[in-house]
């Protein structure tokens, strides 16, 4: 086997490495658990093997190729990767072709470990050389050998290599990696490194690319958004980088994740607020509402610093809709730790949350703690609290009942749209909205606008079936790419909201002559 490749690098390149190509095409499938940074790099997993020469499985088809780009933040992870590598060990015998490769965060943190219990997988590769998949694969069938590299630093910016976009009308950019938080609970930083910032230059240039691709909403993505120009020394760098993307033209929708209460600023608040296409939505990790437990957990604010940050967001941006992640069951909370983040819950008026039962990470300070909660406690603290959030949410949804939205049409439906006929979209807020198009209207793209009147509401979505006058679409640019993309992939546009195939690949990150921020 060969040996795990530990080189430290002095910086992480802005240049796309060689990638082989393929003497015949082979087929492939990418499946990806966690968070949007997953699903960013997935995106460029898919772009480096399309310019390898490899093509998207058909559903139906058992593929040459399957990569797991793996999360390794909660324990179910592991469970669940494993889990779906025992069930190719069948379609492995059956196809001699067939290679399985495990990247991401879990292959960062188990490393030799994957080898050993899989015998199915051929390439493991880790969260700072997701460039190296193409060469590792042509070496492990050269050899005909598992080959496994995983670096300790980063390997070269995400933004260098060939990217291939899940939709042409809406993109995911990173404005930095890792982390540079120590937070008891979190593998991350261990898993992603310090933080590393891209060039202001660098990231509008991309920005203005996919925006002459089509795409009309952006999110910016980072560990903690709001640190981003810590490594150049410009503490307003983000809410820069905010105000001059509202400088781009075509861009309507901006949107950002997640940023640290910590590190959240007052100019940040100005910015969202002045800059009119920067979305009025807010993700902001609360954790926990108890003092103690955030002080336990190195989360260096405190429950009222949170809700300030929250009165100063609505005081300027009064219809903003705030999202949270939160943690169940920390080692040591008390009865009494847990109501206090019930109260800060209820004060906070979230418009969903991301609610999790505490799971031990190796690893961490927290894993290590003897004051672990019976399951049967967390358990039934995080029945209490998802109850008290879908009812917040429900209420806050009903209060939008009568408003007029505007939608960017989604390609995703969903799960009741054959029976129901509805589509899907997302209103600036970033709520999901399921509408109906009037008989005899005409229907949407993905990528276009409509707008509708909520005629009704439940906890985590919208109803808007808008009477005859009440409908009006506004077709956009980001209908046409999502057009020429079915059109490229030789599917017959319908001129309605429709899945479609994956966009074409974009080779790297563009040199574009664009303002800094």
Request: net charge negative; proline share 7%; with cysteine.
């Amino acid at each position: 086997m060969t040996p795990r490749l530990d080189t430290a690098q002095t910086g992480p390149s802005t240049l796309a490495p060689e990638i082989p190509v393929l003497e015949a095409p082979r087929s492939y499938e990418v499946r990806t658990f966690g968070c949007q940074m997953n699903v960013h790099d997935s995106e460029r997993i898919s772009g480096m093997l399309e310019t390898a020469g490899y093509v998207p499985a058909q559903p139906e088809d058992e593929p040459d190729l399957i990569v797991f780009n793996t999360c390794a933040v909660r324990e179910n992870a592991d469970n669940k990767l494993y889990g779906n590598l025992s069930q190719l060990v069948g379609p492995k015998k059956r196809n001699e072709r067939m290679q399985v490769a495990v990247g991401g965060c879990l292959a960062q943190k188990d490393q030799d470990r994957i080898l050993e219990t899989s015998p199915v997988v051929d390439v493991v590769f880790g969260t700072h050389n997701i460039g190296s998949l193409p060469t590792l694969l042509e070496r492990a069938r050269h050899n005909e050998d598992a080959q496994i590299e995983i670096l300790e630093s980063l390997e070269t910016f995400p933004s260098a290599l060939p990217t291939k976009r899940d939709q042409a009308y809406a993109g995911w950019v990173s404005i930095s990696v890792g982390c540079n938080n120590t937070c008891t609970f979190c593998i991350v930083p261990l898993l992603r490194g310090k933080e590393e910032d891209r060039r202001p230059g660098d990231i509008l240039a991309e920005v203005q690319a996919l925006v002459d691709q089509g795409a009309v909403e952006v999110t910016l993505l980072g560990q903690n958004v709001n640190s981003y120009g810590v490594s150049f020394g410009d503490r307003q760098a983000f809410s820069k980088l905010l105000r001059a993307c509202g400088q781009i033209e075509g861009l309507e929708r901006v949107r950002f994740t997640s940023p640290h209460p910590a590190a959240f600023t007052d100019d940040v608040i100005d910015a969202m607020a002045e800059t009119p296409n920067v979305m009025p939505q807010l993700h902001m990790p609360l954790q926990s509402g108890s003092d103690r437990v955030l002080k336990d957990m190195r989360r260096s604010y405190r429950s009222a610093r949170f809700l300030r940050i929250l009165e100063k967001v609505r005081e300027q941006i009064p219809h903003a809709a705030i999202t949270t992640d939160i943690i169940v069951g920390f080692p040591g909370e008390t009865e009494e730790d847990f109501q206090d983040t019930l109260d800060v819950v209820e004060r906070s008026r979230f418009s969903s949350a991301f609610t999790f039962q505490y799971s031990v990470r190796p690893g961490t300070p927290a894993g290590e703690r003897e004051d672990q909660l019976p399951k049967e406690v967390v358990q039934h603290r995080y029945e209490r609290l998802v109850a008290l959030q879908d009812r917040i949410a429900a209420e806050e949804n009903e209060q939008l009942v009568g408003r007029t939205l505007e939608l960017l049409v989604t390609a995703d439906t969903g799960r009741k749209s054959e029976a129901t006929h509805r589509l899907s979209g997302r209103a600036p807020d970033q709520r999901l909205v399921h509408f109906s198009v009037p008989e005899g209207e005409q229907a949407p793209r993905p990528g276009d606008f409509v707008t509708v009147p909520v005629t009704r509401a439940a906890a985590y979505h919208l109803i808007a079936d808008p009477q005859p006058g009440q409908y009006r679409l506004r077709r956009s640019r980001g209908g046409d790419a999502w057009e020429r993309e079915q059109a490229a992939s030789c599917a017959a546009p319908s001129g309605g909201a429709a899945g479609g195939a994956g966009g074409a690949v974009s080779l790297g990150m563009p040199s574009l002559p664009v303002r800094g921020a």
